[in-house]
């Protein structure tokens, strides 16, 4: 019995694998928007409602090194997509090696000032609206760094073993479009948390 072949109408067809991985990305992004927008709101509508404890313009400073490395670090991701399109998988090592270590950066110095903000500033996350609000956000937003440098460590763990290659490009500018909404996130976070709510 011969088989036969079935051709779906053009509006039936499945996406193409290459827009698979962009398109179910954009997806996520969507949902995290999302969840983020709520936090937003709650600080934003609980800011300055506190009745015990500092307030925020009393102990937080901007964090403007951190911020520049979270920023940096989407230029050298950009750098080693570029290279990994190209071909140069040793180039593009060393540019994700960096991102990575931009990344590792802000959440140390995240940590430093939680650290401040608790021991000093006496700032729990059950000390005061301000305080569960802002732990939310920024904690928040601080997980999504620590997944990104999650996925990034493992992506540079295969790099480092000869595994990526120039066929993978288009895997990696999937990923990098995560860690692009991480530092768009933060643009936001830093707005509303540091000067926004002051």
């Avoid at 601080?142 to 295969?158: A, P």
């Amino acid at each position: 019995m011969a088989a036969t072949t079935v051709t779906l109408p053009q509006s039936e067809m499945p996406l193409a694998p290459e827009l698979r991985g962009r398109v179910g990305m954009w997806c996520l992004i969507a949902a995290e928007s999302a969840i983020f927008s709520i936090f937003v709101i709650a600080y934003l509508y609980y800011a300055g409602k506190s009745l015990s404890g500092p307030t925020p313009r009393e102990v937080l400073h901007v964090p403007v090194f951190n911020s520049i490395c979270l920023f940096a670090s989407s230029f050298t991701i950009v750098m080693a997509e570029r290279a990994i399109e190209r071909g140069k998988s040793r180039l593009f090592g060393t540019w994700w090696l960096l991102t990575i270590v931009l990344g590792a950066i802000f959440i140390l110095g995240t940590a430093r000032e939680w650290y401040h903000l608790i021991y000093d500033e006496g700032l729990t996350i059950s000390s005061s609206l301000f305080g569960t609000t802002f732990y939310s956000l920024v904690g928040l937003h601080g997980f999504h760094v620590i997944v990104g440098l999650t996925g990034l460590s493992i992506i540079m763990i295969f790099a480092a073993l000869g595994q990526v290659k120039q066929e993978h490009a288009s895997r990696i500018a999937v990923f990098a479009m995560y860690w692009h909404f991480v530092d768009a996130v933060w643009v936001v976070v830093l707005t509303v948390v540091y000067f926004v709510a002051l």
